[in-house]
């Protein structure tokens, strides 16, 4: 039986939300487990609870509204308005993700005027072994190279994903998101906590979490 956690936690306070909120725009890489997702839900509030609008760019159809609702709905905010404030596009495809990034992404931002860019597993559309490696290598530093530029204009660029599968090649794509990253944390999960750290220090202590 599928498990679902709650954080335990003040809304749109602790972490993930303060460990960006202090920056002036930049990347943010988080890698782990399926406790990303809780904590993307968190930050996406975050912004949605101060009338902003989210683009949500999903490499991997991982939104998931359910989260976002109830978050509407313990802040006592409508629930369709609050989603409909989360601007979504997906890719399913290197090539869509790499167009989404440097062709539509700025248009997008100057358009709804954003604080929050969140990509979802957009490193899923690089590990597909039928399109070449080396052009694959070259999407990803196109989209890498845009995604930094957003975010020396004040934009926060948050990238979501899972690890990379068990090849060499897969962790050097991971390896040009790092390099490129002005933060980098790990998130896991135990059966009572959700764990953040950044590179080899523990950020914040552990929330506990509690079964539904």
Request: with cysteine; net charge positive.
């Amino acid at each position: 039986m599928d498990t679902t956690y709650e954080i335990d936690a003040p809304l749109f306070s602790g972490p993930p939300v303060s460990l960006i909120s202090g920056m002036p725009g930049g990347i943010a890489l988080f890698c782990g487990d399926a406790a990303l997702w809780l904590l993307s839900a968190q930050m996406i509030g975050w912004r949605l609870a101060r009338s902003e609008r989210v683009l949500f760019l999903d490499g991997d159809n991982r939104f998931n509204p359910y989260p976002i609702a109830d978050l509407a709905k313990r802040i006592g905010r409508d629930r369709s308005l609050f989603l409909s404030s989360i601007l979504i596009s997906r890719a399913a495809t290197c090539h869509q993700m790499t167009t989404l990034i440097t062709r539509q992404l700025g248009i997008g931002i100057a358009r709804h005027r954003p604080r929050l860019v969140l990509l979802a597993e957009p490193l899923a559309t690089f590990y597909d072994e039928a399109v070449s490696f080396t052009e694959r290598k070259t999407l990803l530093s196109r989209a890498v190279g845009t995604l930094a530029r957003q975010a020396r204009e004040g934009i926060w660029i948050v990238v979501l994903t899972s690890p990379p599968p068990p090849s060499h090649k897969s962790a050097s794509l991971l390896s040009m998101v790092r390099n490129a990253a002005d933060r980098l944390f790990s998130v896991r999960t135990n059966e009572n906590e959700i764990l953040i750290r950044e590179e080899n220090a523990v950020i914040a202590p552990p929330h506990r979490t509690g079964r539904r």
